[in-house]
């Protein structure tokens, strides 16, 4: 069984469209983050929620919006997406006792 | 600013030799941590070492930190063909939340 799990892994859409990528974890973890991985392997975070709770918020357009319905799951939705866009997106979980996080496989994001 | 920058930004060697690779930072740490990306992949959890370790050992891996240097090592002894992959190291921010600055890590490539 895959620990945390990424939808879709490729996702290739138009400039301006709205798109989501989804995350589920079954680790029973109760933190969970979303990080964007550029073209030159930088690793930035964006979001973290911790049960449930916003806990982290970088400095993201507010054309992202993350989204946890229960903590096994982080959502991210984009809005009006650019070409800057264009990047691998991770989620990743941990337990709030622990700093290990756990990475999904990634979400592979190309704007046209 | 970026908190952790790993170096050299590639490395390639011959199975069977050491490989080592840098990490340095701006800020006071709890802890760094390092991880390994393989292509296409998500990142895997190695090793964590805290502020008032010196040095850690698991398996081949071997880390060092030096606070007052504001840098950690990772050496990997007796590389293997296996361990092509891209090293990073991240560091927490001393902000009693869970997050981590990735670096732009280290791409090692061990030929067989």
């Known amino acids: 069984d895959t620990a945390v799990s990424q939808t879709p892994k490729y996702l290739v859409t138009q400039m301006g469209n709205d798109k989501s990528i989804k995350c589920e974890q079954n680790l029973g973890h109760d933190t969970m983050y979303w990080y964007k991985q550029d073209s030159k392997k930088f690793l930035k975070i964006m979001f973290s929620?911790?049960?449930?709770?916003?806990?982290i918020n970088e400095t993201v357009p507010n054309r992202f919006s993350p989204k946890s319905p229960d903590k096994a799951h982080l959502n991210l939705h984009i809005n009006s997406l650019e070409l800057g866009d264009s990047a691998v997106y991770f989620c990743?979980?941990?337990?709030?006792?622990?700093?290990?996080?756990?990475f999904g496989p990634g979400t592979r994001l190309t704007v046209l | 600013s970026q908190q952790g920058e790993e170096d050299p930004q590639a490395l390639s060697i011959q199975e069977g030799e050491n490989a080592t690779m840098n990490c340095s930072y701006k800020t006071s740490i709890n802890n760094l941590q390092w991880y390994r990306q393989n292509s296409g992949r998500g990142l895997v959890h190695l090793i964590l070492?805290?502020?008032?370790?010196r040095e850690k050992h698991s398996g081949r891996l071997r880390v060092t930190l030096d606070t007052s240097k504001k840098s950690s090592s990772l050496l990997i002894t007796a590389s293997r063909a296996a361990d092509t992959a891209s090293y990073f190291c991240a560091t927490d921010v001393n902000s009693g939340t869970y997050k981590y600055i990735f670096g732009t890590g280290t791409r090692l490539k061990v030929l067989a």
């Open positions: 070492i805290r502020s008032n370790e």
């Open positions: 990743a979980s941990s337990h709030s006792g622990s700093n290990t996080q756990y």
């Open positions: 929620y911790n049960n449930k709770e916003l806990i």
